[in-house]
């Protein structure tokens, strides 16, 4: 189990070969964690055969919940799997949580100020601090945004933020995610399946909930109507069924009981957005999108999107709609920007990072370029706007023609890369066909910004099932554990 | 509701009610032969099925100048492609929209659909002679049927249900209409031959492919008049697949679905058909014009299917927002 | 006193139009905008807004179905700048110096620097086609900039016909002529490749400086580039003028789709809109 395969060069004093993951799950050859001894002991008294008997069940109940998700790929359409899901849970005690949930609670309170300044005041840039020239030449900064006041100051009212565990032990930020975060419907239905199908897992703890996630984001969403909390019709705008998050906008719109709607259900007429009913037009008030900006408004962003609605951004620039997230996000989650957040954080909240990032290089630093250029197959390569690890090279697993290739896009075009050293992502035990193997594993904890900012206890914890492979997104082949954090 | 969805929910249970009745014509049709004299060609007792769906250019167009055979219809009018009216296209466009209203459905419902959809395309995707072809329509109405029944027993009564029968019984109007048009011309071409001695055979064909035969017989004991098949197909309240009775389920739809005010275009054109019925009977239909009574009902089914753009599936074009 | 109407007539019926209009002249220390009004047919309430770059936008939606739309705004405007050249020149040395703080100070002019579309693009990728003019550091800006005025004069022809409202400045250079439209973007292109700030701006020419029979009273764009110790100032690299105060500036943008008088987005079939435009300029002494 911690044979050779996961060991990966980093830059670090430590002699490479023994740099072993952290593992979740074990402490040593022989022994669990102390917080994973009663379910170890539960799991050995099962038994190979109660075990694989469960991991049916398992796959069975999402396939009839039709709990799926779509994957696309060049040459065809939408392939939709059941979700993969292991039947092992991921458990963080009381005390880690702790430290992440205030650690998360800064950073994105810091990335909310960040947004609000740089379409605002630009005292952050004026200060020096992160480089005007970097926010400019981003992607996802829009200047139509540049002075609207969104409701309460919110933009990225729902963040999935990327943490992984280092070999040290230590909890890191990999990435944070501002725009159209999605996995939650998967968190949610990875808890109702546990407990379904593996009632006597809890029996040993006591398991922080996580089902409530809709009727918080309702509160979220409520807090942010134009018209008062008490006066809010709310939407979920979808792109429509070939999405491959489509699941999981009709799973939160069925929870919190709101209208699922597409752009052509709406219409602006006098900055007002409405939904075109049976019973004719009826005011929104506010819409969690799960539209990309680009599409959003096709007379904004002067694009030819079916999916967006004329005139929305002028709506709510008027103060008449919330849009949730914030349009122009994205310029937060930019993975160029990411470097500056523990910046951000001192410079706004006059703080210490609780929670660090992982060491980053940007491409546009000569110094940083030429590094990276020298050690690619130590590094981890990502384009800035990218996810779902597309646009990615993992330098370990490539080959020289792959490399070659992003050496050249990296001198292209500078602004549209980062690199970081590989990190030895956390392992965790798996019940892969019949047997217990480890595997790497992330987490994603969601993060709700309302009238107070909330992080759901656990998030998704996914999982790598390729052995090896620390990519564990699940257009890649990843899969994902319920995540439990224990109550006091 | 949405607009969109209850256009979704009118068209699907419209293509379904479609691919029901072609079924249903083809069946009776095919039976119909086993009958038939052997003087009557494959031509003249085909043509009127392809009247009726008003696709006989489509069908020339598509064979060249092969002749109307039993093959080339069923293939035509089962199959398509170039018929979108088909029985194949019209199924796969009620699932379509099945799946867009897949949440305002019972699970029942859905499933239900997929297991009718599943059923047609694979049997379709091997060939269907004429042979084999009756028993393949009759298991795409039992489907439909068992659907309906599924329908019936687990959805909610209200908008949702209003716009679902709304489709059934729109697409039922307009296609026994068109029915009674072309087999009622060709069995009875000139007014001057009502009382003259009729085939037995074609007139019991008519009222099969309304599925009103057994009930006709009970009712009428002195054999096939044309007024009274008139009156059974027009006018008999308590038949399920006369005008009348689609037009009155149409009306209590709209009153399900509740939303636009009894002066709205959808409610005065539905009032529009029933005055149409009600200013005529049997006798006068006869006496004046089968087929012009029926083309003026076709056209009031063309206004009430304009009406319903109107008031709900785009009432946001002219309507002011309405109060919070 | 201009009047400036556009109708735009659609093959069939169009619904759910939402509009933007950039039409009425800025309003700073250069330009007085004393009269304003704007009518649409069919009526429709009007809202305004300021956007990112200073323009005064006016929009309305016309939802019902619809097949002609008319924008009528008349506006009385002073402008003010006599001497463009009025203004403390600073040594080249210290050009650089000025820049950098005014970029520190106010970070949104990288806008102007960085950005890069079809039709302002980045043009060391075009070079190997044309001798493009260099910026002299042992110069004042100016001197460059009206060295580029030159250089596009004996380069580009001014053509109708050529390029259309969004034909890239691909298209300019490959047939070495195009309108004001394609002159303004080529300047801004080849400043902006200097890294200085540059920015495409839409107005209106006074009637009574027009004397060539081709130009018509319509629409007209220049640059306006960001001069050391002075401030935004225009190009006009079309008539090879500094802009003064014959020039009525309307919207300025990165580009001219930024710009654009009108833009709208509707449900229904296109065709092709060619709209009609009917400007005219009075001018009072």
């Known amino acids: 189990m911690h044979a050779g395969d996961g060991i990966m060069q980093t830059d670090s004093a430590v002699d490479p070969a023994l740099r072993m993951p952290y593992h979740e799950f074990y402490l040593d050859d022989f022994e669990p964690r102390p917080h994973y001894r009663p379910l170890w002991e539960h799991i050995r008294r099962m038994g190979q055969h109660a075990l694989a008997t469960k991991a049916q069940e398992l796959q069975l109940a999402m396939r009839t919940e039709g709990i799926t998700f779509a994957v696309y790929s060049e040459t065809e359409q939408g392939i939709e799997r059941v979700w993969p899901f292991d039947l092992i849970p991921r458990i963080i005690p009381t005390a880690e949580w702790a430290i992440l949930e205030s650690g998360l609670k800064q950073r994105v309170r810091a990335l909310n100020l960040f947004l609000k300044d740089i379409y605002h005041d630009q005292r952050i840039l004026k200060d020096g601090v992160i480089s005007a020239q970097l926010i400019y030449q981003g992607q996802h900064f829009r200047h139509e945004i540049v002075g609207i006041d969104p409701p309460h100051d919110i933009y990225p009212h729902i963040g999935g933020i990327d943490i992984v565990r280092n070999d040290d032990g230590r909890y890191l930020i990999l990435e944070d995610n501002l725009r159209t975060p999605s996995g939650v419907s998967y968190m949610i239905a990875n808890r109702v399946l546990q407990r379904r199908i593996l009632p006597e897992f809890f029996t040993k703890y006591r398991v922080r909930r996580v089902e409530h996630y809709p009727s918080l984001l309702l509160q979220a969403l409520r807090h942010v109507s134009p018209r008062g909390k008490d006066q809010a019709e709310i939407v979920v705008l979808t792109p429509g069924i070939y999405n491959s998050a489509y699941f999981e906008h009709t799973f939160l719109a069925k929870e919190m009981g709101v209208e699922l709607v597409e752009g052509r259900d709406l219409v602006v007429k006098n900055n007002v957005v409405y939904m075109k009913t049976t019973a004719g037009l009826q005011r929104v008030d506010v819409i969690y999108r799960r539209v990309d900006d680009e599409f959003l408004d096709p007379l904004c962003f002067h694009s030819d999107s079916l999916l967006g609605v004329a005139g929305i951004i002028n709506a709510w620039r008027a103060g008449n709609v919330a849009l949730v997230n914030a349009p122009g996000s994205g310029i937060a989650d930019d993975k160029a920007v990411y470097p500056y957040v523990p910046d951000m954080i001192r410079y706004y909240l006059g703080e210490q990072p609780i929670l660090d990032n992982v060491p980053t290089y940007l491409m546009t630093k000569p110094e940083d370029r030429a590094h990276v250029l020298t050690h690619l197959e130590q590094m981890v390569v990502k384009a800035v706007n990218e996810s779902g690890g597309y646009g990615m090279l993992m330098g370990p697993a490539s080959t020289p023609a792959l490399r070659a290739e992003f050496a050249k896009r990296i001198e292209d075009n500078p602004r549209n890369y980062i690199a970081q050293p590989v990190i030895p992502l956390s392992r965790h035990a798996c019940y892969l066909d019949g047997e217990l193997e480890s595997r790497h594993i992330d987490l994603r904890p969601y993060v709700i910004y309302g009238e107070d900012i909330d992080v759901v206890p656990g998030g998704l914890t996914r999982v790598a099932l390729t052995k090896g492979s620390l990519v564990v997104n699940s257009s890649q082949g990843g899969g994902s554990k319920d995540t439990w954090v224990l109550a006091e | ?324 | 006193m201009i009047e400036h109407e556009t109708a735009l007539t659609f093959p069939s019926p169009v619904r759910e139009h939402q509009c933007e209009l950039r039409l009425t002249p800025r309003q700073d220390a250069m330009q007085h905008v004393h009269a304003l009004q704007i009518e649409v047919d069919p009526p429709a309430e009007l809202l305004t807004y300021v956007d990112s770059f200073g323009n005064r936008v006016h929009h309305f939606s016309v939802i019902a179905p619809h097949q002609h739309l008319v924008t009528r705004m008349r506006a009385e405007v002073e402008t003010l700048l006599e001497n463009p050249f009025d203004y403390p020149a600073l040594h080249p040395a210290q050009e650089h110096t000025w820049l950098m703080d005014m970029l520190r100070t106010q970070p949104s002019l990288w806008s102007f620097v960085l950005h890069r579309s079809p039709m302002a693009p980045d043009l060391t990728h075009l070079q190997h086609r044309l001798e493009l003019p260099h910026y002299d550091a042992q110069q004042a800006l100016l001197h460059s900039v009206q060295a580029a005025m030159d250089w596009i004069a004996a380069t580009l022809t001014y053509r109708v016909g050529v390029t259309d409202v969004h034909s890239p400045l691909e298209t300019v250079l490959d047939a070495r002529a195009g309108v004001c439209q394609d002159f303004a973007h080529l300047l801004v292109a080849l400043v902006r490749s200097w890294g200085f700030p540059a920015r495409y701006v839409m107005g209106y020419l006074d009637p009574g400086y027009i004397q060539s029979p081709d130009i018509q009273p319509t629409t007209h764009a220049w640059a306006e580039v960001l001069i050391p110790g002075a401030g935004w100032r225009g190009f006009d690299a079309t008539l090879q003028l500094v802009s003064d105060q014959t020039y009525i500036a309307v919207a300025v943008g990165r580009d001219a789709q930024d710009a654009a008088p009108q833009r709208g987005s509707f449900k229904g079939d296109e065709g092709s809109e060619s709209p009609q435009v009917n400007l005219q300029i009075m001018r009072q002494q």
Not at chain 2, 206 to 231: C, N, W
Not at chain 2, 280 to 292: I, P, Y
């Open chain 2, 1 to 324: 509701m949405l607009s969109r969805i209850a256009e979704s929910l009118y068209w699907m249970s419209r293509y379904l009610e479609r691919a029901d009745n072609t079924a249903r014509l083809m069946e009776i049709n095919l039976l119909y032969l086993v009958e038939a004299e052997e003087h009557l060609s494959e031509a003249v007792l085909w043509r009127p099925l392809l009247s009726i769906s008003g696709s006989e250019a489509a069908f020339a167009q598509y064979y060249n100048a092969a002749e109307i055979t039993a093959q080339n219809v069923i293939q035509f009018m089962t199959k398509g492609p170039a018929n979108p009216n088909a029985i194949h296209p019209s199924l796969r466009l009620a699932r379509e929209n099945a799946r867009v209203v897949r949440d305002r459905i019972s699970k029942e419902m859905w499933q239900g659909m997929n297991e009718l959809w599943w059923m047609v395309d694979t049997r379709l995707k091997s060939s269907l002679p004429p042979e084999r072809a009756a028993a393949f329509y009759a298991s795409v109405r039992n489907e439909v049927a068992r659907f309906h029944g599924l329908t019936s027993s687990t959805m909610m009564r209200g908008e949702a249900y209003g716009f679902y029968q709304l489709g059934t019984f729109v697409e039922r109007a307009d296609m026994t209409a068109r029915i009674l048009d072309v087999k009622y011309h060709i069995l009875l071409p000139d007014a001057a031959m009502v009382g003259s001695p009729l085939d037995y055979y074609q007139w019991a064909a008519l009222l099969k492919s309304l599925s009103g035969f057994e009930a006709y017989r009970r009712k009428y004991h002195t054999g096939m008049r044309p007024i009274d098949v008139a009156q059974h197909a027009i006018f008999e309240g308590d038949f399920p697949r006369s005008l009348q009775f689609a037009v009155d389920r149409i009306q209590r739809a709209l009153a399900m679905i509740g939303t636009a005010a009894s002066d709205s275009p959808s409610h005065e054109a539905v009032r529009s058909l029933l005055a149409h019925l009600a200013d005529h009977s049997a006798d006068t239909v006869l006496r004046e014009g089968f087929h012009e009574f029926l083309q003026e009902f076709l056209e009031y089914m063309a206004a009430f299917n304009a009406a319903l753009q109107v008031d709900y599936f785009a009432a946001h074009l002219g309507a002011e927002p309405c109060a919070m």
